[in-house]
Structures are given as structure tokens and as C-alpha cells.
């Protein structure tokens, strides 16, 4: 079932992303596990370099930014590498918490880029709100074309997202969908995997280089668990509040007005020391019960039922 590569690694990627959304799931595990070993000790000034030159191959951007390390290392070296016009565009919208708007807006001032916050209206796709496992090849396909939009507005030719090696090693139909409408993938191209990504970002000096992942809050509801603007804001509510106390990496998961709450294992105990301001403010948000995940904060865990 293996395509045999006959090119670089990452020609290899991208074939294995197109793989595995014609075949199942666990395809492109497969093929990814069983790529030269020699891509893992890749120097990462030759990655870099791969990258660059990927880039210099556009003359303009729109970088589809969020104020995480991809796209944020992404501009960083379009802007420095094209002749044309590079823009940040961050779609707003519902699924967005406001801290993380706050941030991103703010590493993009402190780098000099150019960003636009643009209102997003996903939250009238009605296929998008009934959250099925498929939500999203829905939201990035919504995306990809309200961007393409925007961008024939400014004149820019070109659309890449921050996706890179590490997302195929998990659920993405969104990926699909962008690939459907023609957004670029420069960092998946090059064959940047997360770790990779955070080493090159570090040696640029972007200060956000270890700045936790973090996807959005729709991600945070079971498959089949209508999407609300009432629900996301509990959510965003309740992870405001656990950021506010300190924790580093957790989801606040929505299960039918109960929070589960993963925490990464080395803050399990620290939550016991706040459990009371804990369960009373999440039930102040709206939650009925407050419920610790003992199994800890995993990225995904939505697709452990798929």
C-alpha cells in the first residue's frame, strides 16, 4: 500500500497527505512511520533553507495566521524572502477565543508584520454547527474560499496556511479541503515537522517559539454535539479561567453541559489545590458538573472515538 518515494522528502509529504485522504486513516501513520530515517536528522539550516526557497518561488502572501509558531515562523520568512506584498489575515470569528485575538494581533505588531483581524461568519454554516466528524473539511473550506475572496480584494495571488508534518499524524479533513481550493503548505513542503518548526523559530529569535499548540475551540465538542456561540463561550470562559490560575497546557472538553478537563500530568495535583474555585466557577459559566480527566491533556482527543 506504500507509494514508493521518488523524490525529495518533501515531495514524499505531500504525496502521503493526498494518500491518506484517498485511502483510510491509518494509511498515512503508515507511510509516514516508514520514511527514510535520514528526514529525522535532517539539519535544520537545510530545512530553513528548503523553505526559503519555497517562498522566494511566490511573489506575494496571505498568510492564513492564527498567532501560533506556524503560521507566525511562516510570515516571518515570507516577509523577509518575497518581493510583494505579505499579509496576515486572521479570520474572527466565534471559535476564536478574545485571548487568543489579544495575542496574536500583538506577536504580529512585535515582528513588524502586517495583520488584519477579518470577521468570520462560520457560524451561519449550518453544516459546520451540527459538528459532524467531518466539521473540518467544512470550516476550512468555508475559510479557504472567504480568504481567496479577500485576497482577489488586495491583489494577492497566493494563500498558505501553517500546516506542516506533524498535523498528519493526526485527524485532518481540513486539509483536504485546503488542498481542494489551492492554499499552499510551505512548511508541510519543506518537510518541517512541529519540533523542527520551533528550533528554526528560536533561532529567529520569535519569542513566541514555545508557545503551546492550540487549536480551535470547536475542537473542544464531541462529534455530533451541536456548535453554539452560548457553548464556545463557556468553553472560552472556563479556559480563560484555568489560564488565569497558571496551568500551561489543558482543554476544557464539553460533554452535554460537563467539563472535562484535561491537564497535562504534571498539574494534575496543582488542580486539586484549586478545586473549589474551580468547580465554582465553571459552574458559574453554565456547566452542571466539573470533572477532572485522569487519563491528562492529550492534543485531539475528540478523534480517540473514531
Not at 155 to 174: E, F, K, V
Not at 183 to 192: I, K, N, R, S
Not at 211 to 239: D, Q
Request: charge should be neutral.
Amino acid at each position: 500500500m506504500q507509494k514508493k518515494s521518488t523524490g525529495s522528502y518533501a515531495e514524499t509529504l505531500h504525496h502521503a497527505g493526498k494518500f491518506y485522504f484517498s485511502k483510510q486513516f491509518f494509511v498515512v501513520s503508515f507511510t509516514i512511520v516508514n520514511l527514510p530515517r535520514m528526514v529525522y536528522f535532517m539539519d535544520n539550516n537545510i530545512l530553513k533553507d528548503t523553505l526559503t526557497a519555497k517562498l522566494s518561488e511566490k511573489e506575494d502572501l496571505i498568510v492564513s495566521y492564527s498567532g501560533g509558531i506556524d503560521s507566525t515562523l511562516l510570515a516571518v520568512l515570507a516577509k523577509k524572502e518575497l518581493s510583494g506584498d505579505v499579509r496576515c489575515i486572521l479570520l474572527d470569528a466565534p471559535i476564536v477565543s478574545r485571548r487568543a485575538v489579544r495575542e496574536a494581533v500583538k506577536t504580529a505588531e512585535e515582528l513588524g508584520l502586517s495583520c488584519e483581524v477579518v470577521p468570520f461568519p462560520i457560524m451561519e454554516n449550518e453544516k459546520f454547527k451540527k459538528n459532524p466528524s467531518n466539521r473540518c473539511y467544512y470550516c476550512k473550506k468555508y475559510s479557504a474560499r472567504f480568504l481567496k475572496k479577500h485576497a482577489q480584494k488586495l491583489g494577492i495571488s497566493h494563500i498558505a496556511d501553517g500546516m506542516n508534518a506533524s498535523d498528519l499524524q493526526d485527524y485532518r479533513p481540513g486539509f483536504q479541503a485546503s488542498e481542494e481550493e489551492g492554499v499552499l503548505h510551505p512548511l508541510l513542503e519543506a518537510g518541517l515537522d512541529k519540533a523542527q518548526i520551533r528550533k528554526i523559530s528560536r533561532e529567529c529569535d520569535i519569542p513566541i517559539w514555545n508557545k503551546p499548540s492550540s487549536a480551535c475551540l470547536s475542537s473542544r465538542f464531541p462529534y455530533g454535539e451541536e456548535i453554539t456561540v452560548e457553548k464556545l463561550e463557556m468553553v472560552e470562559n472556563a479556559e480563560d479561567f484555568l489560564q488565569d490560575l497558571g496551568f500551561s497546557q489543558f482543554r476544557v472538553r464539553f460533554h452535554n453541559r460537563i467539563a472535562r478537563i484535561e491537564l497535562i500530568s504534571e498539574e494534575l495535583e496543582k488542580a486539586m489545590s484549586f478545586r473549589e474555585r474551580i468547580v465554582e466557577a465553571l459552574e458559574g459559566y453554565g456547566f452542571s458538573y466539573v470533572t477532572l480527566d485522569l487519563k491528562g491533556f492529550r492534543s485531539g482527543s475528540m478523534n480517540e472515538v473514531l
